[in-house]
């Protein structure tokens, strides 16, 4: 009986992963419209992966998709975290978000994940970064802080004692990134071993500006240096569809839809938040602004309007004007920044595990043509998905979709400083160009005393009665 069993064992192979489907892109490009026409077709239910749509509150300020637009499809994650729980870290949106997709997929439906905080949805879809995580957080950084007290102190600090312990990897951050610098001293201290020769072990490579979270290679059970070819890497089998659009378009569309969302209530908003934080204070309890909520664009951004026009502060008005063009600013560097993790994170991990053919590019430039160019080839790549059949390429002639479909390297990643500007650049092309700026120009051109050079106004000799103004002061 034992041996039949053992028999049968060899010969059974493993079970399929899930199948879900996953929707990346910039703000501004449609992806949670396309994910419920998706839920529609085929009997979908979507996942949230945007960080901030996560928690209560800012439905405005975080581009929460309305309930009537919904279509009755439920929508998990959304919303559900209160604004007074513990922020939420990668590590527990992976273990419910896993626990979602097998319970949707054990009720005959297709996961659909969607959002643009693609450092949680990476994190979702591979087994590495889902154990690398993990393991980062099983101490809290608070008791982390109080075992190795350095990780409390300033930036500064914590940069020279990283310098001191690794220099290559110390070369690589920026001054102002606390994260990055941080997380390479919890490094060291947790694996008694430097954070580039961790990474390096483990084929990790940080040429892309960005720390991968490590782990203890005990933890994951691999011995390579590198994923494995058979996409062994991704916990499920995914059909990742990238909403895109043309620079100049999408720039023009995001400054429109913060001028939208004044017009929707943004400032009540940024005021109820505003009101609740007051009640904290007044309670004796504080709120953690960095993290949660409270990081969403838009809300630091108008928050000293909102102070200002509560107190009846005559620049008020000023003010909302300077926040608002601060929002239109920070959303247009959110788009760019969650551009470059797709190009230089995300289809690196994919080519790395021979799976460049699950990602389709869907060109959501003009809106006119919305169904044609998005829905329709999306709709067709995941029925051949669905049906085990060749997913459909793409034609198009848009630069952008060459672009995004070429994994980014950039092995130039290190810290250069200017000690005339002081200024702090992370790359080749930067420190070549910054010598051409006006603020390098300024900074080393020479002081003159032109009250020296020219002590008499417009070159006159002055009257009697400006001489002696002048000398009285």
């Not at 990346?24 to 077709?41: D, E, F, I, N, Y």
């Amino acid at each position: 009986m034992l041996s039949r069993l053992a028999r049968w064992s060899s010969m059974s192979t493993p079970l399929p992963k899930p199948r879900v489907v996953t929707i990346v892109g910039s703000t501004g490009t449609g992806k949670s419209r396309l994910a419920v026409a998706l839920a529609q077709k085929f009997n979908g239910e979507i996942i949230n992966g945007d960080a901030l749509q996560m928690y209560e509150g800012l439905p405005i300020a975080t581009n929460k998709i309305p309930l009537t637009e919904r279509k009755s499809i439920p929508h998990h994650l959304l919303g559900g975290i209160k604004l007074d729980e513990e922020p939420w870290k990668v590590g527990k949106y992976v273990h419910a978000a896993s626990q979602i997709i097998g319970d949707i997929v054990t009720r005959g439906k297709l996961p659909i994940i969607v959002g643009g905080t693609h450092y949680y949805i990476q994190s979702l879809l591979f087994v590495d970064d889902i154990g690398r995580q993990a393991h980062a957080e099983y101490q809290s950084a608070q008791a982390q802080e109080a075992k190795w007290p350095i990780l409390a102190a300033s930036n500064q600090e914590m940069l020279h004692y990283l310098r001191n312990v690794d220099p290559e990897i110390a070369s690589r951050w920026h001054p102002n990134d606390r994260r990055k610098i941080r997380h390479s001293l919890e490094v060291y201290f947790r694996y008694g071993r430097k954070p580039s020769d961790v990474w390096r072990m483990q084929g990790t490579a940080t040429d892309t500006g960005e720390e991968t979270p490590v782990f203890n290679k005990e933890v994951s059970g691999k011995t390579g240096n590198s994923p494995q070819d058979d996409s062994s890497a991704l916990r499920f089998d995914p059909l990742l569809l990238h909403t895109y659009a043309e620079q100049d378009q999408l720039r023009q569309r995001l400054d429109r839809r913060v001028e939208m969302m004044v017009e929707d209530g943004l400032l009540e908003e940024v005021a109820l938040m505003h009101h609740y934080l007051q009640k904290q204070q007044r309670s004796g309890r504080t709120v953690d602004l960095s993290s949660g909520i409270w990081a969403a664009i838009g809300f630091k951004e108008l928050l000293p309007h909102v102070k200002a026009a509560t107190a009846g502060h005559v620049d008020a008005e000023k003010m909302k004007k300077e926040g608002v063009e601060l929002t239109r600013i920070a959303t247009r560097q959110y788009a760019k920044s969650q551009q470059r993790w797709i190009r230089g994170k995300l289809l690196r991990a994919l080519r790395d595990n021979s799976a460049l053919d699950k990602i389709v590019p869907l060109d959501g430039t003009n809106l006119s043509l919305w169904s044609t160019n998005v829905e329709r080839i999306a709709s067709d790549a995941v029925s051949a998905f669905l049906e085990k059949r060749q997913i459909p390429t793409t034609t198009s002639t848009s630069t952008t979709m060459t672009d995004i479909l070429v994994p980014k390297e950039t092995t130039d990643i290190k810290a250069r400083h200017c000690k005339m500007c002081n200024l702090t650049v992370m790359t080749q092309r930067e420190w070549d160009k910054h010598p051409r700026t006006k603020k390098h120009r300024r900074a080393v051109k020479p002081i003159v005393d032109w009250a020296a050079l020219y002590p008499k106004p417009n070159g006159r000799a002055l009257d009697a009665q400006s001489q002696e103004a002048l000398e009285n002061g």
